[in-house]
């Protein structure tokens, strides 16, 4: 298993235990140390049937960039521009450039080292 999955799934196992602590834990008057192994079970046995799923959402997940002529560096109007294209979405596609961002990742270029 590469470490990038690993602490991929390690950083979502917290994340649904957390979850799951605290849902149980408002919800149930169960003694404390009953509640933490009962929120690790869940969270152990969500991840086993979900990590798959959101590992290729986040994987072939894609970043879309808007090409401009505009040169200016001014904040105000990069902000503008930035807000404006996110909220027309009657712009052309030819304007948009798409950009893979986990390439690395399918390509295999960390397997070596």
Do not use: P, W
């Not at 235990?17 to 169960?30: D, T």
């Not at 959101?54 to 894609?62: D, R």
């Not at 990069?78 to 304007?95: E, L």
């Amino acid at each position: 298993m590469e470490l990038s999955k690993l602490i991929l799934k390690i950083m979502y196992l917290v994340v649904l235990y957390a979850l799951c602590y605290f849902v149980i834990r408002s919800k149930s008057e169960a003694d404390n140390m009953n509640i933490i192994l009962l929120s690790l079970f869940i969270s152990v046995i969500l991840l086993y049937f979900t990590f798959d799923n959101v590992y290729q959402y986040l994987i072939n997940s894609q970043l879309v960039f808007k090409i401009t002529n505009d040169d200016s560096t001014n904040d105000d109007s990069s902000r503008n521009t930035s807000s404006s294209s996110g909220a027309s979405s009657s712009a052309s596609v030819s304007d948009y450039v798409m950009n893979h961002t986990h390439n690395f990742i399918q390509n295999g270029v960390f397997d070596n080292v």
